[in-house]
T-cell receptor, first 113, second 115 residues
Framework: KAGVTQTPRYLIKTRGQQVTLSCSPISGHRSVSWYQQTPGQGLQFLFEYFSETQRNKGNFPGRFSGRQFSNSRSEMNVSTLELGDSALYLC????????????FGPGTRLTVL | AQSVTQLDSQVPVFEEAPVELRCNYS??????LFWYVQYPNQGLQLLLK??????LVKGINGFEAEFNKSQTSFHLRKPSVHISDTAEYFCAVSDAQGGSEKLVFGKGTKLTVNP
């Protein structure tokens, strides 16, 4: 089985631009979560989707948004980029069984200049 | 709300020595507990998890962890480390009551294994 894939792997943007990151979960996984990883704040939860519905949301401004499609693929969007948005964005998928075991992708490294 | 504290940000050890990475958590509800490892420029890989049952959990690569409810701890141990264990290790919790798979992570512990 293929793992979680994220595209692109690297992105460079400038302040004020917007960006869309993509995540393809493991086949059969219906739950997708997004996390932001920075040296200062560590790993922080952004949002979680299940069956195209946002099930949970972290404490991030409205510039951060996401969605999930009927094939469970997910995208997250960040508008009006700020320097502080530079981070590794990780996507994780799971079967939504009671094991809560999430499988992580390699991440998208976003640099905002 | 849940929180996770990893007591050591960096742990240097020599090859073949034992190691313990400490993790304490705080939660008003019952939790599931996890340890993940992250190698440079990679995502997170699950080492082991505690859901219920035996408090001693064995994971991959010879790691194990013990859940201590009274001390709200979930320390990770390995009796003999290898150079290849050099990585960053994250302790995480999630709500065991269901409805969400959100993970709350600690700040991480960088394990450096020296020859």
């Amino acid at each position: 089985k293929a793992g979680v894939t994220q595209t692109p792997r690297y992105l460079i943007k400038t302040r004020g631009q917007q960006v869309t990151l993509s995540c393809s979960p493991i086949s059969g996984h219906r739950s997708v979560s997004w996390y932001q990883q920075t040296p200062g704040q560590g790993l922080q939860f952004l949002f979680e989707y299940f069956s195209e519905t946002q099930r949970n949301k972290g404490n991030f401004p409205g510039r951060f948004s996401g969605r999930q499609f009927s094939n469970s693929r997910s995208e997250m969007n960040v508008s009006t980029l700020e320097l502080g948005d530079s981070a590794l964005y990780l996507c994780a998928s799971s079967t939504n069984s009671n094991s809560n075991e999430q499988f992580f992708g390699p991440g998208t490294r976003l640099t905002v200049l | 709300a849940q929180s996770v504290t990893q007591l050591d940000s960096q742990v240097p050890v020599f090859e073949e020595a034992p190691v313990e990475l400490r993790c304490n958590y705080s939660s008003s509800v019952s939790v599931y507990l996890f340890w993940y490892v992250q190698y440079p420029n990679q995502g997170l890989q699950l080492l082991l998890k505690y859901l219920s049952g035996s408090t001693l959990v064995k994971g991959i690569n010879g790691f194990e962890a013990e859940f201590n409810k009274s001390q709200t701890s979930f320390h990770l141990r390995k009796p003999s480390v290898h150079i290849s264990d050099t990585a960053e290790y994250f302790c995480a919790v999630s709500d065991a009551q269901g409805g969400s798979e959100k993970l709350v992570f600690g700040k991480g512990t960088k394990l450096t294994v020296n020859p």
